[in-house]
T-cell receptor, first 109, second 113 residues
Framework: AQRVTQPEKLLSVFKGAPVELKCNYS??????LFWYVQYSRQRLQLLLR??SRESIKGFTADLNKGETSFHLKKPFAQEEDSAMYYC???????????FGTGTSLTVIP | DAGITQSPRHKVTETGTPVTLRCHQT?????MYWYRQDPGHGLRLIHY???????DKGEVSDGYSVSRSKTEDFLLTLESATSSQTSVYFC????????????FGPGTRLTVT
């Protein structure tokens, strides 16, 4: 069963426009959710974790348990935000970590 | 980068040959993982390890085996490489404790011709 769904494979926005990358998950318990970013031909980097409620590079993500969503948002996109973004879910054990299929974000100058 | 390295970084091999990829970590983490990354599929777990000599299968384990004889090294072996195993392979570790987020190595780009 697909634990994490990212409905958009590709997303293009203009520089300065708001951006939202969608992530929905399926799990009835209390998961941990993360966003990872992968710049061109680089390793995946942890961007956000929901438990810390932090803002990194202007990105935020709120866990909505009612809608089982963890969408990633940024009010003003920058060209350097162009990358592949992955939503991920951990079931709080060492062997259960699930990734979505990723969304490729392109910020148009 | 959590002290994770992978070798080789690039490899081209022929169908039917065995291939071994190495993941090395310097921070003594218990959990290690091998993923493959393919367009349209995201990251898929191949195998993982929860300690020395303790390994288990992931979602796409067919055609792959792993070994972990030391805490710092986790090896992925393609027994007999096929073209469908052309992919980018990422190793990851999990920092257990308060959170289970994973940290990734730089990846190995494998091409099977």
């Amino acid at each position: 069963a697909q634990r994490v769904t990212q409905p958009e494979k590709l997303l293009s926005v203009f520089k300065g426009a708001p951006v939202e990358l969608k992530c929905n998950y399926s799990y009835s318990g209390s998961p941990e959710l993360f966003w990872y970013v992968q710049y061109s031909r680089q390793r995946l980097q942890l961007l956000l974790r929901h438990i810390s409620r932090e803002s990194i590079k202007g990105f935020t993500a709120d866990l909505n348990k009612g809608e089982t969503s963890f969408h990633l948002k940024k009010p003003f996109a920058q060209e350097e935000d162009s990358a592949m973004y992955y939503c991920a879910l951990s079931l709080r054990t060492g062997n259960q970590f699930y990734f979505g299929t990723g969304t490729s974000l392109t910020v148009i100058p | 980068d959590a002290g994770i390295t992978q070798s080789p970084r690039h490899k081209v091999t022929e169908t039917g040959t065995p291939v071994t990829l190495r993941c090395h970590q310097t921070e003594n983490h218990r959990y290690m993982y091998w993923y493959r990354q393919d367009p349209g599929h995201g990251l898929r777990l191949i195998h993982y390890s929860y300690g020395v000599k303790d390994t288990d299968k992931g979602e796409v384990s067919d055609g792959y085996s792993v070994s972990r004889s030391k805490t710092e090294d986790f090896l992925l072996t393609l027994e007999s490489a096929t073209s469908s195993q052309t992919s980018v392979y990422f190793c990851a570790i999990s920092r257990t404790g308060t959170s289970y987020e994973q940290y990734f190595g730089p990846g190995t780009r494998l091409t099977v011709t």
